[in-house]
């Protein structure tokens, strides 16, 4: 009992610590790029309003002055999304098709195996929480997703193999922009020994700081009393000899790269904006002296005398080219450092019929070279997902233990519209087992 006493003291001792390591300020700077509502220049403190001049100083016959009057006029503030459309374009290239999951069966134990995890996969809709675990980690550069066992005999009906198991497992996504602080700590190898989940919670209409503490074999789950601090509420075993957390990290932000050039972009359109509103109305310059005006029905003609007298229209002449010049040559460069395709009707025009096949590989080969750098990433994510799921199966399936030794390989499949439109087709039609041991499966998702 001294023994436990002192390891929960070492433990809540250790939280303000782990706490530390969570970069907030990292976090929050990304949560502001990826949300537009909040970059710079829609602050009024970066961007203030204007303060214009509406009636000039007047001085009456005395001598006395009457000041000007002035008013604030609102100035054009206009953010771009392009950070969030770029991360779409990679996320989509990426796992739009699901990952080709390479395996061979070779005995009726890893059968069962396969046709479990991809049961599971199903179940729990995984080809959606690879697209936001990817936008996630492009995004945040932080994602984890955590599996636990929960009650469903149904669920294992039509597998004779399968009886007496009543538990399957079930899956939840955690990132920084959901409100999960989430901090993984390793030991001198780098492997994983811990993992923290801080997260709040609303009861009564107040907020609870609340943790998650995640080992080899336990999971603890501590709250922030006020007074007291950190409090442990309640300590359980997850019933796995792996960490039920899956985790991918990238030292950058897709985007990381582009703020310089996009924060131009937004201070070129929003200054843009308020010149064309400024001149959008024709301008006259009247030089010389008014000798009259002459009206004919609704118009009026203003007749002016003296030296070099002369009515015209104000011209833009060059100025709005130079605008329009830099910001296609800013917006070009964002996606050319991103490795990102700009997938418009218009950027297509000149390309002839439709694209397929190796055409398309050539004109997006940009994109699929982003995703082989991305696979360094979400290929190992995948790779210890897969591990985990053979390991936990075999726990609640004992008859399929033997299957553990299937091998999977996760394949990133980019994005073609030849093999979207195969994947399509396949959706169409019922989810058949396959029926060859001999030729590498893919994932799929039953509808």
């Known amino acids: 009992m001294e023994q436990t006493d002192k390891t929960l003291e070492a433990k809540l001792s250790a939280i303000p610590k782990v706490r530390a390591k969570y970069r907030e300020e990292r976090i929050a700077q990304l949560r502001e790029q990826w949300e537009y ?17 509406v009636k ?36 989509a290239f990426a796992v739009g098709l699901p990952p080709n999951l390479q395996a061979v069966a ?7 195996m ?74 001198t190898y780098g492997d994983l020994v811990s993992f923290y989940r801080f997260y709040s ?17 336990h999971v603890y789950t501590y709250e922030n009393v006020k007074g007291k601090g ?40 929003s200054n843009y904006a308020d010149c064309i509103n400024d001149n959008f109305f024709p301008k006259v310059l009247l030089r010389g002296s008014v000798s009259g005006v002459q009206r004919s029905g609704k118009t009026q003609t203003i007749q002016m005398t003296g030296n070099e007298a002369d009515v015209r229209y104000l011209t833009w002449d060059q100025s709005t080219s130079a605008a329009e010049s830099e910001l296609a040559r800013l917006e070009d460069a964002c ?63 004992p008859a399929v233990r033997a299957g553990r030794s299937l091998r999977l390989d996760p394949v990133l499949v980019p994005f073609t519209i030849e093999a979207s439109t195969e994947e399509t087709s396949k959706e169409g039609e019922e989810g058949k087992p396959s029926e060859s041991k001999t030729t590498p499966t893919k994932t799929e998702e039953k509808e």
């Not at 796995?240 to 899956?246: A, E, L, S």
Request: net charge negative; aromatic share 8%.
């Open 106 to 112: 070779k005995t009726k134990e890893q059968e069962y």
């Open 37 to 53: 509502s909040r970059h710079e220049v829609m602050s009024e403190a970066h961007r203030p309003d204007d303060r214009v001049m």
């Open 114 to 187: 396969l046709d479990l995890i991809r049961e599971t996969e199903t179940k729990n809709k995984i080809r959606f929480i690879n697209q936001r675990a990817v936008r996630a980690v492009l995004s945040e550069t932080i994602v984890a997703e955590y599996w636990w066992a929960v009650k469903d005999p149904e669920f294992y009906e039509d597998k004779d193999y399968a009886r007496g198991a009543d538990t399957r497992l079930r899956c939840e996504l955690w990132s920084p922009f959901n409100g999960d602080r989430i901090v993984p700590i390793k030991d």
């Open 230 to 269: 950190w409090t442990l509420i309640s300590q359980e075993l997850h019933g796995f000899d792996k960490m039920p957390v899956i985790y991918m990290e990238m030292k950058h932000a897709l985007c990381d790269r582009i703020q310089s050039k996009r924060k131009r972009i937004e201070e070129l359109e």
């Open 335 to 397: 996606y050319t450092m991103t490795m990102t395709p700009r997938i418009n009707p218009k950027d297509l025009q000149g390309l002839g019929t439709a694209l397929s096949g190796v055409a398309f590989k050539y004109v997006f080969m940009g994109a699929h070279i982003a995703v082989r750098k991305h696979e360094e990433v979400i290929g190992e994510y995948l790779a210890r997902r897969y591990s985990f799921l053979k390991h936990a199966i075999s726990l609640q399936v």
């Open 201 to 217: 919670v609303k009861v009564d209409d107040k907020e609870v700081e609340k943790l998650m503490e995640i080992d080899a074999t």
């Open 56 to 91: 000039d100083e007047e001085v009456d016959v005395q001598g006395r002055r009457t000041g000007a009057v002035y008013e604030t006029k609102k100035v054009n503030r206009i953010s771009s999304s392009l950070e969030q459309l770029i991360v779409e374009i990679h996320t």
